[in-house]
């Protein structure tokens, strides 16, 4: 599992590892990766189980899986690289914006569920946005989730009336995707301010992973314009 060594000065790239049971799709997402300099598509998997056997052979920074594929499912296949590969950032990919699929995908643990009708532009923005330690939702998928919510949700309302309005608008960039070096730049604070909100509100609502804090914002409605 040991990545090659850099080679000169060049940054070094996002490894990308993906998923898809077919191999059109395949072809399409490496053609729109392969045009960022940024990113490497290392390797390829047709179903879950191979993905996982392809991970630790590879270990890539980022994991595109698709929801449905045959054999393991993404998900499943997330659960397993979450266990056996924890460094590696998950990204879902699928044709369904059904809340139970993207809800399981947040209880495992992934970083991003991104629809596969979106643009090109807006993989490679996932794809750099939870490399970066944040998370990435498809618009359609958060309007979905909040839609969802309509019934009064009391908890996370009671929860979010101990937050600073500050401390919302942190939790609100880390909900969206942002690193702490985005939020601090989008608020004009230091990012050294951003950690101690961060650290806050963590503390305020005992929510200690950012896929967590993404639900609570999801569920209490604080990014339901994204």
């Known amino acids: 599992m040991k990545r090659p060594s850099e080679v000169g000065q ?17 072809e399409g997402l490496r053609y729109v990766l392969d045009a960022d ?10 179903n879950g189980r191979i ?4 991970a630790l052979q590879f270990a890539p920074d980022v994991v ?10 993404g998900l499943h296949a997330a659960a397993r690289l979450r266990e056996a590969l924890p460094s590696a950032r998950i990204l879902m990919l699928s044709m369904h914006d059904q809340t139970e699929y993207v809800r399981e995908g947040m209880r495992i643990g992934t970083h991003g569920y991104l629809l596969k009708d979106s643009a090109g532009e807006e993989l490679r923005a996932a794809i750099h946005a939870v490399h970066a330690g944040g998370t990435f939702f498809s618009p359609a998928v ?13 908890a996370p309302q009671v929860q979010l009336e101990q937050l600073t309005p500050r401390e919302r608008d942190v939790l609100s960039g880390v ?15 230091s990012r050294r301010t951003v950690e101690a909100h961060r650290e806050s509100l963590m503390r305020k609502l005992e929510i200690h992973s ?4 993404t639900r609570f914002a999801l569920e209490a409605g604080l990014v339901a314009d994204a």
């Open 10 to 26: 060049e940054p070094a790239r996002i490894r990308v590892l993906i998923a898809d049971d077919h191999a059109l799709v395949r």
């Open 37 to 46: 300099p940024g990113i490497e598509v290392v390797a390829e998997a047709a």
């Open 51 to 54: 993905a996982v056997e392809m």
């Open 64 to 73: 595109v899986l698709d929801i449905t594929m045959p054999e393991e499912t």
């Open 142 to 154: 958060v309007k979905r989730l909040t839609a969802s919510e309509a019934a009064p949700v009391s």
């Open 175 to 189: 909900a969206r995707g942002l690193t702490n070096k985005a939020i601090a730049a989008e608020l004009g604070i």
């Open 210 to 213: 950012v896929a967590g804090l």
